[in-house]
């Protein structure tokens, strides 16, 4: 048996009661993914953001204060904007 926490109190500890399992009872247990497969399936597809087909890239980039102060005044989305400007000029230089 475990000891206590000392976080939780020990009415608290008392009122739970789960017996350990019996080692007929771990060679019984098989994995999640072969018990209830397509709830696994969908929970490892769900987890983080979708894979973008460009995906941008992250870089160091120094600029004059008054240009940077200038992007933020506008608020958030401030890196956006200044990626869409940067974008626009690349065009106009096509």
Known sequence: M?????H???QNWDD???????DDEFKRMRPAS???PGIV?????SRGRPRKENPKVS?????????LDYFRE???GWQTRI??????YVASQR
């Not at 399936?41 to 597809?45: A, G, I, L, Q, S």
Request: glycine share 2%; proline share 7%.
């Open 74 to 76: 506008e608020g958030k």
């Open 41 to 45: 399936d969908d929970f490892k597809r």
């Open 83 to 88: 990626n869409e400007a940067l974008r626009e």
């Open 8 to 10: 939780i109190k020990q």
């Open 34 to 36: 072969e018990v209830v």
């Open 2 to 6: 475990s000891k206590k926490p000392d």
């Open 59 to 67: 870089t160091t980039l120094r600029l004059d204060p008054e240009v």
């Open 16 to 22: 739970v009661d789960i017996p350990e399992l019996a």
